[in-house]
C-alpha cells in the first residue's frame, strides 16, 4: 500500500468523521424542535390533528427521509471503523516490514 493510497484513507476517514458530526449536530436539533412541536401543541390539540391530517403525504416523506438519514449514518459509522482498520493494519505491516 503506496503511502498515496494511505493519504487518501486518512481523508476519507476525516470526511467521515466529519460528516458523522453534522449529522449528530442536525439531529440533536431535530430533537429540539420535536420537543418545542410538542410543547406548543398540549394546549393546541385539535390544531395537532387538523394539521397532521392536512399535512400526511409531507409528514410521510419527511419521516422516509429521516430513516434514510439514520440509515447512511450508520453505515458511516461501520465505514470509520473499517477505515480505521485498514490505516492501523497499514502501519503495523509497514513497522514489521522495515525491522
Request: aromatic letters at 18%; charged letters at 35%.
Amino acid at each position: 500500500m503506496s503511502n498515496y493510497f494511505k493519504n487518501k484513507l486518512k481523508d476519507r476517514l476525516t470526511y467521515c468523521r466529519e460528516w458523522k458530526n453534522s449529522i449528530d449536530f442536525y439531529l440533536a436539533n431535530k430533537e429540539i424542535t420535536k420537543k418545542a412541536d410538542e410543547e406548543y401543541y398540549k394546549t393546541r390539540p385539535f390544531l395537532k390533528i387538523v394539521l397532521d391530517i392536512y399535512f400526511l403525504p409531507y409528514n410521510l416523506l419527511r419521516f422516509i427521509k429521516y430513516m434514510r438519514i439514520r440509515h447512511e449514518y450508520k453505515k458511516n459509522e461501520i465505514e470509520i471503523i473499517i477505515l480505521l482498520k485498514k490505516i492501523n493494519d497499514y502501519q503495523n505491516w509497514k513497522r514489521y516490514k522495515n525491522k
